[in-house]
Protein backbone atom coordinates (compact mmCIF):
# COMPACT_ATOMS: atom_id res chain seq x y z
CA UNK A 1 0.00 0.00 0.00
CA UNK A 2 2.72 2.11 0.72
CA UNK A 3 4.46 1.33 -2.32
CA UNK A 4 1.43 2.23 -4.49
CA UNK A 5 0.97 5.71 -2.69
CA UNK A 6 4.95 6.50 -3.26
CA UNK A 7 3.75 5.99 -7.08
CA UNK A 8 0.44 8.06 -7.35
CA UNK A 9 2.63 11.16 -5.41
CA UNK A 10 5.32 10.60 -8.27
CA UNK A 11 2.69 10.63 -10.97
CA UNK A 12 1.15 13.74 -9.93
CA UNK A 13 4.25 15.68 -9.57
CA UNK A 14 4.66 14.61 -13.25
CA UNK A 15 2.15 16.20 -14.67
CA UNK A 16 2.25 18.94 -12.42
CA UNK A 17 6.37 19.89 -13.91
CA UNK A 18 4.41 19.32 -17.23
CA UNK A 19 1.60 21.69 -16.60
CA UNK A 20 3.68 24.08 -15.29
CA UNK A 21 6.32 23.37 -18.51
CA UNK A 22 3.34 24.19 -20.75
CA UNK A 23 2.46 27.58 -19.39
CA UNK A 24 5.77 28.66 -19.41
CA UNK A 25 6.47 27.46 -23.27
CA UNK A 26 3.27 29.67 -23.67
CA UNK A 27 3.82 33.05 -22.41
CA UNK A 28 7.36 33.17 -23.92
CA UNK A 29 5.95 32.37 -27.46
CA UNK A 30 3.09 34.97 -26.85
CA UNK A 31 6.38 37.12 -26.02
CA UNK A 32 8.27 36.24 -29.17
CA UNK A 33 5.35 36.28 -31.84
CA UNK A 34 5.50 38.77 -34.51
CA UNK A 35 5.27 42.24 -33.61
CA UNK A 36 5.12 41.58 -29.81
CA UNK A 37 7.35 44.03 -27.69
CA UNK A 38 9.96 42.09 -26.34
CA UNK A 39 12.13 44.53 -24.69
CA UNK A 40 12.29 44.14 -20.81
CA UNK A 41 9.70 46.80 -19.20
CA UNK A 42 11.14 50.41 -18.91
CA UNK A 43 11.28 52.29 -16.04
CA UNK A 44 8.84 55.63 -16.09
CA UNK A 45 11.85 57.66 -16.84
CA UNK A 46 13.12 55.63 -19.30
CA UNK A 47 9.73 55.53 -20.93
CA UNK A 48 9.70 59.37 -21.01
CA UNK A 49 12.81 59.19 -22.75
CA UNK A 50 11.42 57.49 -25.24
CA UNK A 51 8.19 58.83 -25.63
CA UNK A 52 10.35 62.04 -26.67
CA UNK A 53 12.81 60.51 -28.65
CA UNK A 54 10.32 59.23 -31.01
CA UNK A 55 8.12 62.61 -30.97
CA UNK A 56 11.32 64.24 -31.86
CA UNK A 57 11.88 62.02 -35.00
CA UNK A 58 7.83 62.02 -36.21
CA UNK A 59 8.56 65.79 -35.97
CA UNK A 60 11.59 65.82 -37.72
CA UNK A 61 9.71 63.57 -40.67
CA UNK A 62 6.57 65.34 -40.91
CA UNK A 63 8.68 68.73 -41.73
CA UNK A 64 10.47 66.69 -44.12
CA UNK A 65 7.83 65.53 -46.19
CA UNK A 66 6.15 69.06 -45.73
CA UNK A 67 9.06 70.62 -46.66
CA UNK A 68 8.46 72.41 -50.34
CA UNK A 69 11.30 70.75 -53.20
CA UNK A 70 13.19 72.99 -54.61
CA UNK A 71 11.68 73.64 -58.14
CA UNK A 72 13.95 71.94 -61.44
CA UNK A 73 15.60 74.38 -63.66
CA UNK A 74 14.22 75.31 -66.90
CA UNK A 75 16.15 73.49 -70.18
CA UNK A 76 18.68 75.34 -71.45
CA UNK A 77 17.39 77.38 -74.70
CA UNK A 78 18.24 76.16 -78.01
CA UNK A 79 20.47 77.84 -80.11
CA UNK A 80 19.06 80.74 -82.24
CA UNK A 81 18.36 80.69 -85.98
CA UNK A 82 19.90 83.27 -87.57
CA UNK A 83 17.88 85.59 -89.82
CA UNK A 84 20.20 85.66 -92.37
CA UNK A 85 23.92 84.61 -93.12
CA UNK A 86 25.63 84.91 -89.79
CA UNK A 87 27.49 88.03 -89.99
CA UNK A 88 28.78 87.79 -86.71
CA UNK A 89 30.81 85.14 -84.84
CA UNK A 90 28.61 82.93 -83.10
CA UNK A 91 25.41 84.26 -83.47
CA UNK A 92 22.38 82.85 -81.87
CA UNK A 93 24.92 80.67 -79.59
CA UNK A 94 23.85 81.01 -75.76
CA UNK A 95 26.46 81.39 -73.37
CA UNK A 96 26.29 81.52 -69.41
CA UNK A 97 26.21 84.86 -67.73
CA UNK A 98 25.87 86.18 -64.17
CA UNK A 99 26.05 84.35 -60.78
CA UNK A 100 25.34 80.64 -60.66
CA UNK A 101 22.68 79.50 -58.41
CA UNK A 102 22.97 75.92 -56.59
CA UNK A 103 25.84 75.91 -58.92
CA UNK A 104 23.61 76.31 -61.93
CA UNK A 105 23.75 79.03 -64.67
CA UNK A 106 20.47 80.90 -64.70
CA UNK A 107 20.93 83.58 -66.95
CA UNK A 108 22.38 83.00 -70.98
CA UNK A 109 23.18 85.59 -73.23
CA UNK A 110 23.85 85.78 -77.17
CA UNK A 111 23.56 88.02 -79.78
CA UNK A 112 21.22 88.10 -83.01
CA UNK A 113 20.98 90.60 -85.84
CA UNK A 114 17.62 91.28 -86.72
CA UNK A 115 16.22 91.18 -90.64
CA UNK A 116 17.30 93.79 -92.54
CA UNK A 117 19.70 94.90 -89.85
CA UNK A 118 23.25 94.98 -89.78
CA UNK A 119 24.11 95.58 -85.90
CA UNK A 120 24.02 92.69 -83.30
CA UNK A 121 21.05 93.05 -80.76
CA UNK A 122 21.93 91.52 -77.26
CA UNK A 123 19.04 88.85 -76.12
CA UNK A 124 19.43 87.30 -72.05
CA UNK A 125 17.07 84.63 -71.03
CA UNK A 126 16.35 84.15 -67.77
CA UNK A 127 15.30 80.66 -65.48
CA UNK A 128 12.30 81.80 -63.43
CA UNK A 129 12.66 78.94 -61.93
CA UNK A 130 15.61 79.81 -60.41
CA UNK A 131 15.21 83.51 -60.14
CA UNK A 132 12.73 86.00 -58.58
CA UNK A 133 11.29 89.29 -59.91
CA UNK A 134 11.43 92.90 -58.36
CA UNK A 135 10.46 96.14 -59.39
CA UNK A 136 12.46 99.01 -58.19
CA UNK A 137 10.71 102.54 -58.41
CA UNK A 138 12.29 105.72 -59.10
CA UNK A 139 11.43 109.43 -58.90
CA UNK A 140 11.24 110.06 -62.24
CA UNK A 141 9.47 106.90 -63.07
CA UNK A 142 6.80 106.44 -61.91
CA UNK A 143 7.34 109.53 -59.92
CA UNK A 144 5.41 110.03 -56.07
CA UNK A 145 7.02 108.02 -53.57
CA UNK A 146 9.08 106.88 -50.97
CA UNK A 147 9.61 103.51 -52.05
CA UNK A 148 11.21 100.53 -49.83
CA UNK A 149 12.88 99.67 -53.21
CA UNK A 150 14.53 102.12 -55.33
CA UNK A 151 17.99 102.39 -56.61
CA UNK A 152 20.85 102.27 -54.98
CA UNK A 153 20.49 98.43 -54.26
CA UNK A 154 21.58 97.78 -50.83
CA UNK A 155 24.28 95.35 -49.88
CA UNK A 156 21.86 93.01 -48.42
CA UNK A 157 19.76 92.22 -52.11
CA UNK A 158 22.82 93.14 -53.63
CA UNK A 159 24.31 89.41 -52.13
CA UNK A 160 21.61 87.36 -53.96
CA UNK A 161 21.12 89.77 -57.44
CA UNK A 162 22.29 88.10 -60.60
CA UNK A 163 20.64 90.35 -62.98
CA UNK A 164 18.65 94.06 -63.47
CA UNK A 165 17.28 95.58 -66.46
CA UNK A 166 15.28 98.89 -67.69
CA UNK A 167 11.55 98.95 -67.36
CA UNK A 168 10.03 101.22 -69.43
CA UNK A 169 8.87 105.01 -70.42
CA UNK A 170 7.92 107.59 -68.30
CA UNK A 171 4.27 107.51 -67.32
CA UNK A 172 3.26 110.42 -68.83
CA UNK A 173 4.46 108.23 -72.27
CA UNK A 174 3.58 104.83 -71.40
CA UNK A 175 -0.13 104.78 -71.62
CA UNK A 176 -0.37 102.52 -69.20
CA UNK A 177 -0.24 102.17 -65.05
CA UNK A 178 1.62 101.03 -62.22
CA UNK A 179 1.21 99.10 -59.20
CA UNK A 180 3.48 98.43 -56.25
CA UNK A 181 4.75 98.25 -52.84
CA UNK A 182 0.19 98.19 -52.26
CA UNK A 183 0.33 101.71 -53.93
CA UNK A 184 -1.89 102.65 -57.19
CA UNK A 185 0.49 104.79 -58.70
CA UNK A 186 -1.18 105.17 -62.12
CA UNK A 187 -4.50 103.53 -62.82
CA UNK A 188 -3.68 100.19 -64.95
CA UNK A 189 -5.49 100.22 -68.23
CA UNK A 190 -7.41 97.16 -69.85
CA UNK A 191 -5.28 95.53 -72.92
CA UNK A 192 -1.78 97.51 -71.98
CA UNK A 193 1.15 95.33 -72.21
CA UNK A 194 1.58 94.49 -68.45
CA UNK A 195 4.52 93.27 -66.86
CA UNK A 196 2.97 91.57 -63.46
CA UNK A 197 5.35 90.20 -60.79
CA UNK A 198 3.70 87.90 -57.88
CA UNK A 199 4.43 87.36 -54.48
CA UNK A 200 7.27 85.03 -54.32
CA UNK A 201 8.52 86.42 -57.14
CA UNK A 202 7.55 84.87 -60.80
CA UNK A 203 6.80 87.16 -63.07
CA UNK A 204 4.65 86.93 -65.91
CA UNK A 205 3.99 89.38 -69.09
CA UNK A 206 0.51 89.89 -71.35
CA UNK A 207 -2.26 91.76 -72.04
CA UNK A 208 -4.37 93.26 -68.95
CA UNK A 209 -7.81 91.91 -68.60
CA UNK A 210 -7.01 88.75 -70.78
CA UNK A 211 -3.79 87.18 -69.99
CA UNK A 212 -2.82 88.87 -66.37
CA UNK A 213 -4.99 90.74 -64.00
CA UNK A 214 -5.35 91.97 -60.20
CA UNK A 215 -5.12 89.03 -57.92
CA UNK A 216 -4.16 88.96 -54.35
CA UNK A 217 -0.65 87.38 -55.01
CA UNK A 218 0.10 90.49 -57.62
CA UNK A 219 2.56 92.79 -56.02
CA UNK A 220 3.26 95.08 -59.21
CA UNK A 221 2.58 95.66 -62.18
CA UNK A 222 4.42 98.11 -64.51
CA UNK A 223 2.32 98.75 -68.27
CA UNK A 224 3.60 100.03 -71.42
CA UNK A 225 1.85 100.35 -74.35
CA UNK A 226 -0.33 97.82 -75.84
CA UNK A 227 1.42 94.33 -76.13
CA UNK A 228 4.14 93.60 -79.13
CA UNK A 229 3.74 90.02 -79.29
CA UNK A 230 1.13 87.54 -79.00
CA UNK A 231 -0.04 84.12 -79.60
CA UNK A 232 3.44 83.77 -80.09
CA UNK A 233 3.76 86.70 -82.98
CA UNK A 234 4.59 89.98 -83.71
CA UNK A 235 0.94 91.66 -83.09
CA UNK A 236 -0.71 93.81 -86.20
CA UNK A 237 0.56 96.52 -84.43
CA UNK A 238 4.00 96.00 -84.41
CA UNK A 239 3.95 96.21 -88.76
CA UNK A 240 2.58 99.64 -88.59
CA UNK A 241 4.78 102.19 -90.48
CA UNK A 242 3.37 104.65 -87.84
CA UNK A 243 6.09 104.02 -85.75
CA UNK A 244 5.51 106.87 -83.91
CA UNK A 245 3.03 104.93 -82.46
CA UNK A 246 5.42 102.96 -80.67
CA UNK A 247 7.10 106.23 -78.34
CA UNK A 248 8.89 109.32 -79.92
CA UNK A 249 12.58 108.80 -80.19
CA UNK A 250 15.87 110.67 -80.48
CA UNK A 251 17.64 111.87 -83.67
CA UNK A 252 20.75 110.35 -85.65
CA UNK A 253 22.81 112.65 -83.65
CA UNK A 254 21.37 113.94 -80.96
CA UNK A 255 18.00 114.03 -78.44
CA UNK A 256 17.02 117.49 -79.07
CA UNK A 257 13.47 118.30 -79.54
CA UNK A 258 14.36 120.19 -82.38
CA UNK A 259 16.29 117.05 -83.91
CA UNK A 260 13.61 114.82 -86.27
CA UNK A 261 13.68 111.44 -84.63
CA UNK A 262 14.57 108.32 -85.99
CA UNK A 263 12.68 104.76 -86.66
CA UNK A 264 15.33 102.96 -86.13
CA UNK A 265 16.96 103.11 -82.44
CA UNK A 266 17.93 101.96 -79.44
CA UNK A 267 14.97 99.83 -78.21
CA UNK A 268 14.32 97.30 -75.62
CA UNK A 269 11.82 94.60 -74.79
CA UNK A 270 10.77 91.56 -72.66
CA UNK A 271 8.70 88.96 -72.89
CA UNK A 272 7.85 85.54 -71.71
CA UNK A 273 8.20 81.65 -73.35
CA UNK A 274 5.74 79.22 -73.21
CA UNK A 275 7.71 77.13 -70.04
CA UNK A 276 8.11 80.45 -68.51
CA UNK A 277 11.27 81.61 -69.86
CA UNK A 278 11.70 85.75 -69.41
CA UNK A 279 13.67 87.32 -72.17
CA UNK A 280 14.89 90.32 -72.50
CA UNK A 281 15.94 92.24 -75.88
CA UNK A 282 18.19 95.34 -76.47
CA UNK A 283 19.58 96.94 -79.47
CA UNK A 284 20.67 99.93 -81.57
CA UNK A 285 19.10 100.65 -84.46
CA UNK A 286 15.80 98.75 -83.92
CA UNK A 287 11.99 99.04 -84.88
CA UNK A 288 9.30 98.18 -83.38
CA UNK A 289 8.61 94.71 -85.62
CA UNK A 290 12.67 94.32 -85.45
CA UNK A 291 12.16 93.84 -81.46
CA UNK A 292 9.03 91.90 -82.04
CA UNK A 293 10.69 89.30 -83.87
CA UNK A 294 13.93 88.97 -82.02
CA UNK A 295 11.47 88.26 -79.35
CA UNK A 296 9.62 85.83 -81.26
CA UNK A 297 12.88 83.92 -82.55
CA UNK A 298 14.11 83.57 -78.98
CA UNK A 299 10.43 81.60 -78.19
CA UNK A 300 8.54 84.37 -76.27
CA UNK A 301 4.94 83.90 -76.98
CA UNK A 302 3.84 87.08 -75.58
CA UNK A 303 5.93 90.61 -75.08
CA UNK A 304 6.30 94.16 -74.93
CA UNK A 305 8.21 97.22 -75.37
CA UNK A 306 10.02 98.59 -72.42
CA UNK A 307 12.39 101.81 -72.81
CA UNK A 308 13.81 103.17 -75.37
CA UNK A 309 16.66 105.70 -76.98
CA UNK A 310 20.25 105.40 -76.48
CA UNK A 311 20.46 106.55 -72.49
CA UNK A 312 17.65 104.36 -71.37
CA UNK A 313 18.07 100.70 -72.87
CA UNK A 314 20.37 98.09 -70.33
CA UNK A 315 20.91 94.71 -68.98
CA UNK A 316 23.81 93.59 -66.37
CA UNK A 317 24.57 90.64 -65.24
CA UNK A 318 26.66 90.53 -62.03
CA UNK A 319 28.97 87.44 -61.07
CA UNK A 320 30.58 87.58 -57.52
CA UNK A 321 33.69 85.28 -56.56
CA UNK A 322 31.51 83.34 -53.92
CA UNK A 323 28.05 81.68 -53.96
CA UNK A 324 26.47 84.67 -51.84
CA UNK A 325 28.96 87.17 -52.73
CA UNK A 326 27.78 90.88 -53.06
CA UNK A 327 27.06 92.24 -56.50
CA UNK A 328 29.30 95.15 -57.38
CA UNK A 329 29.79 97.63 -60.22
CA UNK A 330 33.19 95.92 -60.24
CA UNK A 331 31.43 92.18 -61.16
CA UNK A 332 29.26 93.59 -63.56
CA UNK A 333 28.63 92.74 -67.32
CA UNK A 334 26.87 94.34 -69.37
CA UNK A 335 24.68 92.39 -72.62
CA UNK A 336 25.94 94.46 -74.91
CA UNK A 337 28.91 97.02 -74.67
CA UNK A 338 27.46 99.40 -76.52
CA UNK A 339 24.76 100.73 -73.89
CA UNK A 340 25.75 103.87 -71.88
CA UNK A 341 24.54 102.69 -68.98
CA UNK A 342 26.17 99.57 -67.19
CA UNK A 343 26.88 98.08 -63.80
CA UNK A 344 27.10 100.90 -61.78
CA UNK A 345 23.39 102.22 -62.91
CA UNK A 346 21.65 100.38 -60.68
CA UNK A 347 23.51 101.14 -57.53
CA UNK A 348 23.16 104.73 -58.18
CA UNK A 349 21.65 107.28 -55.96
CA UNK A 350 20.12 109.34 -58.31
CA UNK A 351 19.50 106.93 -60.78
CA UNK A 352 15.40 108.02 -60.98
CA UNK A 353 14.29 105.34 -63.28
CA UNK A 354 12.65 102.10 -62.91
CA UNK A 355 14.37 98.81 -63.04
CA UNK A 356 13.75 95.50 -62.34
CA UNK A 357 15.88 93.03 -60.61
CA UNK A 358 16.46 89.25 -60.40
CA UNK A 359 17.52 87.41 -57.91
CA UNK A 360 18.40 83.97 -56.30
CA UNK A 361 15.00 82.60 -55.75
CA UNK A 362 15.57 81.14 -52.05
Known amino acids: MGAHRRSSWLLVTALVCVAVGVVVVAAQGARTAPGAHTAPAATPRRAGTRARSTAVAVSAARRVAHRPSRPRPLAKPAPLRPFQRPLIPR ?25 GGSAPAGIAWMD ?64 AASLVIYRGGSVNI ?5 DVSMTKNVVAVRQNLVPLVAGGRPTPLAYTSDWLLWGATCGATNCASTTPGIEHQWRSGAGVTADGALVYVQGPGLDPLQVAQLL ?15 YWPVLVTYRPKTPFGEATPANGSKLLAGSIQGPATFFTPSWARDFITMSVRR
Open 206 to 210: GAWGS
Open 128 to 191: TRLLSARLYSGSGSPGGGPYKYTAPILPAAARTLVAAFNGGFYMSAAQGGYYTEGKLIDPVRKG
Open 91 to 115: EGVWHAAGRRVRGIPAVYETTLVPP
Open 296 to 310: VRAGVVRGMQLDINP
